[in-house]
């Protein structure tokens, strides 16, 4: 009895790990099949991505459309925390994100994600307090107390510059502000665009102009591994996008430039 | 300090949107953590010994690891063991695991503050043990019980702020996106404030109220 017990759980188990073998086999087929695209975002980062008026808007946000479009099916946008948020499309929470995310070998290794081509350039900036002065270069951090916003390439870049005194790491970006305007920080280091739209919000803070920390980083859209067909879809979309100028319309939309 | 009224105001009926997600999630994750707790709390004090042990390792579990940490591993962990759950499911099954952990305790002192005598009297009048556990111990326990199980719903409206670690739109999340919309932390945060205690300080107020009328000395409650 036992024993017909456990083949039977074994068998159990067997036509468990075929189902979840063959759901997960083509990222295409399984998106199309479903009707919709699910789509992770920490929708805290604008302007690639930000809650207005609680709803998501945002570069990003158009981008994943687009996306949807070209695969024929319905986009959920859907809000996540930045930490966390790679786990989350690991274990399948989601298809893709889209979170302004910089294209990075040690991200590729850790979570098993293929990246898009580039669709965005970006790089790491410094804000600092309207009037302080003290700051003209990436050097200058030297000495000083800088936030960035934890497990980004912002708090890569802070840490690869050598002699801050303390990186002080915050779940949002606006928390670092907080702190650089009540002068518990020195400098804040973000994604130069995100620093340019924050600054627009609250006029107490701006990017050093002409700083920046490290190489240029491209922005990917990362999927798993085994969804890799996926990607041939998006890099059309990015691709067809810059041809047909909807790309740069976008970027006017949302970055001013 | 940074207060702007302006974005206060455009803030508000936002967040009165996420507080309704946070009563809603609280009042259904209380509900269902308020049965299973009278349940652990009735295990708690059985006299089989297996049913004793297994409802004091579950609350022995829950209570010694932060809700935050189980939340992650209902949200994050399962998919891998194949058990993918939405982010509310993962919320509210993880803040009413918790709670059941915490009402059982609360069951459990009540039924034991309900006097021997009682038990002995009803067992020699004829009754079983569960219809002396059923009409007699419960029906003096829950009474007992009320006062902290009204702070219990306290505590859960403002634990369930955990919940917004797996980005469901809260009252603290909420907040939060906010937050980042307007790059201001202090004024959204405000109202963030205001509406939780507006929801919790009616509830502190009702509780106080049930200790007084249950027991004007205080005796009874005080080794709940």
Redesign the interface.
Known sequence: MQKRIACGLGLMLLV?LAL?GWVEAGGVERVKKAGVLKVGS?????PFE?????KPAGFDVDMAQEIAKALGVKLEY????W??IF??LK???FDMLLSGISITEERKKSYDLVFSDPYFLSGQGVGVRVGDTRIKSAADLRGKVVGVQINTTGQAAAEKVGGIKEIKKY?????A??DL?AKRVDAVVADYPVLVA?AK??KKFAPVKGVQLGEPEKLGIPVRKEDADLMTVVNQVIADLKKSGRYDRMRKKWFGE | M?FQLAIFL?AFP?LL?GAWVTLYLSLISTSIGMILGLLVGVARVSRLRGIRATATVYTEVIRGTPLLMQL?VL??GL??V?I?LE?VAAGIIGLSANSAAYVGEIFRAGIQSVGRGQREAALASGLRRLQTMRYIILPQAFRLVLPPLTNEFVTMLKDSSLV????I?ELLR?G???????????SPFAGVTLLYLAMTLPLTQLARHLERRIDPDRRLVAHL
């Open positions: 468990g979840a920490d929708v805290t980062y604008p930000v809650m207005q008026a609680g859907t809000n996540t925390a930490d966390g786990a989350a274990v399948g929470k779940e949002q970006l606006p928390e502000y907080a305007k924050n919000e609250d | 940074d455009e936002l949107r992650i949200y994050y998919p891998s194949g993918n982010a917004s670690t797996l980005a739109a909420t939060r996106e906010i937050v980042a919309w307007k790059v201001n932390v202090f």
